[in-house]
C-alpha cells in the first residue's frame, strides 16, 4: 500500500507563499496524485490534481493563477507550490493518490496523507 506523507505547512501572512512536499513510498498502480484541503466545519475539497502519465495539470477554480503543481518522478515527490495566499485558504491540505475516476472526487482516490495545516492570517 503506497505510503504518503505531506509537510510544508505553516503559519503565513496574507499575500505570502508556502510549498508543500508530498513524498510516496511502497505503492504502485496510481496514475496520478492530488491535492485536497478541509477547513474547519466544512467538506474536504479539490484543489489540483497531477497526472503521472501525461503529466496534464487541473485546478479548482479558487486555486487558478496562485497554486501550482510539479513533481520530481526521482523524488518521488509531489509539489504544491501556493502562492498569493488568502485567509480562505486556511485549512489542512492533503495529499492522495488517483487510481480511477474524476479526479475531482475525494472517492477516486484510495490512499491519503496524514494532512498537514496551512494557517494564513490578515
Known amino acids: 500500500q503506497v505510503q504518503l506523507v505531506e509537510s510544508g505547512g505553516g503559519l503565513v501572512q496574507a499575500g505570502g507563499s508556502l510549498r508543500l512536499s508530498c513524498v510516496a513510498s511502497?505503492?504502485?498502480?496510481?496514475?496520478?496524485m492530488g491535492w485536497f484541503r478541509q477547513a474547519p466545519g466544512k467538506e474536504r475539497e479539490f484543489v489540483t490534481y497531477d497526472h503521472w502519465i501525461d503529466g496534464r495539470t487541473y485546478y479548482a477554480d479558487s486555486v487558478k493563477g496562485r497554486f501550482t503543481v510539479s513533481r520530481d518522478n526521482a523524488k518521488n515527490t509531489v509539489y504544491l507550490q501556493m502562492n498569493s495566499l488568502k485567509p480562505e485558504d486556511t485549512a489542512v491540505y492533503y495529499c492522495a493518490s488517483h487510481r480511477y475516476g474524476n479526479y475531482w472526487h475525494t472517492s477516486s482516490y484510495d490512499a491519503w496523507g496524514q494532512g498537514t495545516q496551512v494557517t494564513v492570517s490578515s
Open positions: 511502497g505503492g504502485i498502480g496510481y496514475t496520478g
